[in-house]
């Protein structure tokens, strides 16, 4: 079989990873420190973070989903 008579092999490819630009959508406080639900100005991916203390980097609570379209 000559590679004219073959089906072109198809790569899955993956989006370009880049660094997320987190912006706050929302956020409101509870017993454990701040809730904050922020999204990716880049790509439109979401996530969940916690802020324990005022001026540290807050910590992921969930893992990022997907952008809608």
């Not at 990716?40 to 001026?55: E, K, M, N, Q, S």
């Amino acid at each position: 079989m000559t590679a004219s008579q073959t089906l072109p092999i198809r790569i899955p490819t993956q989006p370009p990873l880049h660094e997320h630009a987190w912006s706050v959508e929302s956020a409101h406080r509870t017993s454990q420190g701040e809730i904050v639900y922020v999204r990716c100005d880049g790509c439109g991916v979401r996530r969940v973070d916690l802020r324990t203390v005022a001026g540290t980097p807050p910590t992921a609570q969930s893992r990022t989903t997907a952008a809608a379209r």
